[in-house]
């Protein structure tokens, strides 16, 4: 069976066999062209982009394989996900983003060439970027609960030790 585009597309971008020095190229070109396709969706954020995969490439003027990269790091932050999996060039295919999603992802990937985009100053507040910015990096942040030792005070209130209150074996 053949291997579909994105398969492609993982298989070069994340090799463990190949060239380093071909792979950072690739990556290098791709972040530059990822940059320049954000650049232009974020100058009119409420406009739908549609297109096939093949014409959209075309449209931003990327190679077909970088279409594909960039569908698949923009699929999660889509108000309808692409069907990455089984695309090829002619699947039709949308663009159309939610704006705080697509914000948060750029920030989940620490992708500040992205998030720092000039274009995003038109369509959030600074204060928005900022609350935007500490929403995504708190919902990864994992807080240990305080552990209860037998003595302490008990979490209930009631001022006994948790041993001879809440923590008493039942």
Do not use: H
Not at 116 to 133: A, C, T, V
Not at 156 to 168: A, T
Request: net charge negative.
């Amino acid at each position: 069976m053949a291997k579909t585009l994105l398969e492609k597309w993982r298989e070069e971008a994340y090799s463990e066999t190949a060239d380093r020095g071909a792979l950072q190229k690739l990556w290098a070109d791709y972040f530059e062209k990822e940059k320049g396709i954000y650049s232009q969706l974020l100058k009119e954020p409420d406009t739908e982009v549609k297109g096939t995969v093949e014409k959209l490439a075309e449209k931003y003027g990327v190679e077909l394989k970088i279409m594909v990269g960039f569908l698949d790091g923009i699929n999660d932050s889509l108000v309808t996900p692409n069907p990455i999996e089984e695309m090829d060039e002619n699947t039709e295919v949308s663009l159309k983003f939610d704006k705080e999603s697509l914000y948060k992802n750029m920030v989940a990937a620490g992708a500040d060439w992205l998030y720092g985009l000039p274009e995003w100053n038109d369509i959030f507040s600074e204060e928005r970027q900022k609350e935007l910015y500490k929403e995504q990096k708190r919902s990864t942040t994992v807080v240990n609960e305080t552990k209860i030792y037998p003595n302490d005070p008990c979490p209930c209130g009631s001022g006994k030790k948790y041993k001879k209150c809440c923590g008493k074996a039942k």
